[in-house]
């Protein structure tokens, strides 16, 4: 999956050493953070080339008269602009395939983490009082119905956060400033 070579013929050495990065030979040897920083120096080329592209398409429309007649004059700009675009895409997939490992890890040591905790065997199995599995006080079981409503707490609080409701607060709190400051003027 390689960039087509007439887009490359257009890119200066240091351009076509950037793109070249983005082969998916060099893209493996990465780790999260470089294909990130990657990522970034590619999507500023790739901005910038696309800048300069309708900067200058937008002024030959006035000189050719009309965006057909000015776009073959800019056709540089336009294929330095695709090549870029071609190569983010690259390294976008590369650094989402990173991203989700990354996030898989992480679960993965959490849950180890979490059932390490709940048996007694790992790092956090010190902060429990003593005699207590779940560490709670003997005898102070808890219902299904507290652990659904605090396993969905916050979740729940969440789906209240609409535009609406927003607007709702919002307008709660500027009438009850108005009150104070109505108040403070008296």
Same mark, same amino acid.
Not at 93 to 102: C, G, H, N, P
Not at 119 to 127: I, K, Q, S, V, W
Not at 139 to 157: I, L, N, W
């Given at each position: *999956?390689?960039?087509?070579?007439?887009?490359?013929?257009?890119? /200066?050495?240091?351009?076509?050493? $950037?793109?070249?990065? /983005?082969?998916?030979?060099?893209?493996?040897? $990465?780790?999260?953070?470089?294909?990130?920083?990657?990522?970034?120096?590619?999507?500023?080329?790739?901005?910038? %080339?696309?800048?300069? %592209? !309708?900067?200058?398409?937008?002024?030959?429309? !006035?000189?050719?008269?009309?965006?057909?007649?000015?776009?073959?004059?800019?056709?540089?700009?336009? *294929?330095?602009?695709?090549?870029?675009?071609?190569?983010?895409?690259?390294?976008?997939?590369?650094?989402?395939?990173?991203?989700?490992?990354?996030?898989?890890?992480?679960?993965?040591?959490?849950?180890?983490?979490?059932?390490?905790?709940? /048996?007694?065997?790992?790092?956090?199995?010190?902060?429990?009082?003593?005699?207590?599995?779940?560490?709670?006080?003997?005898?102070?079981?808890?219902?299904?119905?507290?652990?659904?409503?605090?396993?969905?707490?916050?979740?729940?609080?969440?789906?209240?956060?609409?535009?609406?409701?927003?607007?709702? !607060?919002?307008?709660?709190?500027?009438?009850?400033?108005?009150?104070?400051?109505?108040?403070?003027?008296?």
């Amino acid at each position: *999956m390689t960039i087509n070579a007439s887009l490359i013929a257009v890119l /200066t050495d240091s351009e076509r050493l $950037l793109v070249a990065q /983005t082969e998916p030979g060099e893209l493996a040897a $990465l780790d999260e953070d470089a294909a990130v920083e990657l990522h970034d120096r590619i999507r500023r080329a790739r901005n910038k %080339y696309a800048g300069q %592209y !309708r900067r200058t398409a937008s002024e030959r429309v !006035r000189q050719a008269g009309g965006r057909g007649k000015a776009r073959p004059q800019n056709r540089h700009a336009a *294929m330095k602009a695709e090549a870029f675009e071609e190569a983010l895409s690259r390294v976008s997939r590369r650094v989402a395939v990173l991203a989700r490992q990354s996030a898989s890890d992480l679960r993965a040591e959490r849950i180890h983490a979490a059932r390490a905790a709940r /048996t007694g065997t790992g790092p956090a199995a010190g902060t429990r009082p003593a005699g207590s599995a779940t560490g709670r006080p003997a005898g102070t079981a808890r219902s299904s119905q507290s652990r659904r409503s605090s396993a969905t707490g916050p979740v729940a609080d969440r789906s209240h956060r609409t535009p609406a409701t927003a607007k709702r !607060r919002a307008a709660t709190r500027a009438s009850g400033a108005r009150r104070q400051a109505a108040k403070d003027s008296r």
